[in-house]
């Protein structure tokens, strides 16, 4: 299958998987609020639920494929702390990651999750050039 | 049935497609994402088709929960209703830009990949359940 292909069809999976949960439980697929409510102990069973869901997949897909899909971190301890601080922090002060801003926001056409998602697609071409410029 | 469990069901299946979603579509490769947002070197687009075909069938999602009283499992739906534009949204996605490109992860390909059982990805989530912790639990109740 060609990437593209596959990056289509994997995307509207995770389209279908945000369906579900909206029209099902009423909720918005999340992944940021989700876990966020789960740390605080909000809304524990269901929200639990979902998270155990996402590795559950993968193994679905080896289970489907007879290997596990590519991951592969690029940069050392110390980014991949900061990477994680950065992510956990910024998703919950704005309010949603890639999935609740840019998967459902943008399919409410929501102009908060718009400036969201332009926000932070533009912060990530300029930390992956500034990487690159560093040569890492 | 007891609406929980059916509620519970529901997350467990929604979490499981959206899981091997993620890893059909090349997002659980922090690799690939940094090409992805490489756009002034060897840019790779394809993920640009992830964030389109999720959008294009959870926009038909939404028009068929307009058409609907309540979800299936609830008495009502539960949709953000802030549109206010400001600086913590703008502030906060700025950080988690920064944090996506310069680690290749968002937290569903985190916490997903975590099956895989490869260290980086333990430290990555752990440090993201730190930083969510540090906004919760500090930063936003800051006198």
Redesign the interface.
């Known amino acids: 299958m060609s990437i593209y292909l596959a990056s289509l069809i994997g995307g509207m999976l995770i389209g279908t998987s945000a369906v579900m949960l909206l029209l099902l439980n009423g909720r918005i697929a999340g992944i940021s609020g989700i876990v966020g409510r789960l740390v605080q102990g909000v809304q524990t069973a269901t929200n639990l639920a979902f998270v155990i869901g996402l590795p559950l997949g993968v193994l679905v897909y080896l289970l489907a494929f007879g290997g596990w899909p590519e991951v592969r971190m690029t940069v050392g301890l110390p980014l991949i702390v900061a990477a994680g601080l950065l992510v956990g922090f910024g998703s919950r002060m704005g309010s949603g990651c890639t999935s609740g801003h840019g998967v459902l926001g943008l399919a409410r056409l929501s102009p908060r999750s718009m400036v969201a998602v332009a926000t932070f697609l533009t912060a990530g071409v300029v930390a992956v050039a500034v990487l690159r410029g560093l040569g890492l | 049935m007891n609406r ?1 469990i ?27 994402v ?1 090409g992805f ?5 060897a840019w790779d687009p ?2 640009a ?14 028009q ?2 307009k058409r ?1 009283k ?5 008495d ?5 209703t ?4 400001d600086a ?21 390909p ?7 059982g ?1 260290p ?2 333990v ?14 639990r500090v ?2 109740k800051r006198p």
């Open positions: 929980i059916l509620q519970v069901a529901a997350a467990l299946a929604s979490g499981i497609v959206f899981g091997f979603g993620l890893s059909l579509s090349g997002m659980l490769n922090p690799a690939r940094q947002l490489d756009i002034f070197g394809s993920l088709f992830v964030l389109g075909g999720a959008v294009a069938v959870a926009f038909v999602g939404v068929a929960m609907m309540h979800p299936a499992f609830d009502s739906f539960h949709v953000p802030n549109n206010r534009i913590p949204l703008v502030v906060g996605s700025a950080l988690f830009g920064l944090g996506w490109g310069i680690g290749g992860f968002c937290p569903g985190a916490i997903a990949a975590l099956m895989i490869l980086e990805t430290v990555f989530v752990v440090a993201m359940l730190v930083g969510m912790t540090l906004h919760d930063w936003s």
